[in-house]
Nanobody
Framework: QVQLVESGGGLVQAGGSLRLSCAAS????????MGWYRQAPGKQRELVAR???????NHADSVKGRFTISSDNAKNTVHLQMNSLKPEDTAVYYC?????????WGQGTQVTVSS
């Protein structure tokens, strides 16, 4: 079994920054990709950013230039640096990982941006 543990959410004022981290642990043979999704109240879960095993990244248009995803493969960890936060970034952020050809989700961490 694989577990994803997220950290780094919280309350921040508009224009501020937060850094989310997600560590994968358990019976890991291969991590093919890791990423972050978010879900705001009343909205569908959406992709925020994703990084492949080889280091290729993609970011949602809404966060390009403000958010940056990175990974530490040796530690099975992915980070999301969020700068210039806006109230519309308020959501529960979920870590996602494709591990051993299966998909896993973290429990979610709340990010709240006040205006």
């Amino acid at each position: 079994q694989v577990q994803l543990v997220e950290s780094g959410g919280g309350l921040v004022q508009a224009g501020g920054s937060l850094r989310l981290s997600c560590a994968a642990s358990g019976s890991i043979f291969s991590i093919n990709a890791m990423g972050w999704y978010r879900q705001a109240p009343g909205k569908q879960r959406e992709l925020v950013a994703r990084i492949s095993k080889g280091g290729s990244t993609n970011h949602a248009d809404s966060v390009k230039g403000r958010f940056t995803i990175s990974s530490d493969n040796a530690k099975n960890t992915v980070h999301l640096q969020m700068n210039s936060l806006k109230p519309e970034d308020t959501a529960v952020y979920y870590c996602n990982a494709h591990v051993n050809y299966a998909e896993y989700w973290g429990q979610g961490t709340q990010v709240t941006v006040s205006s």
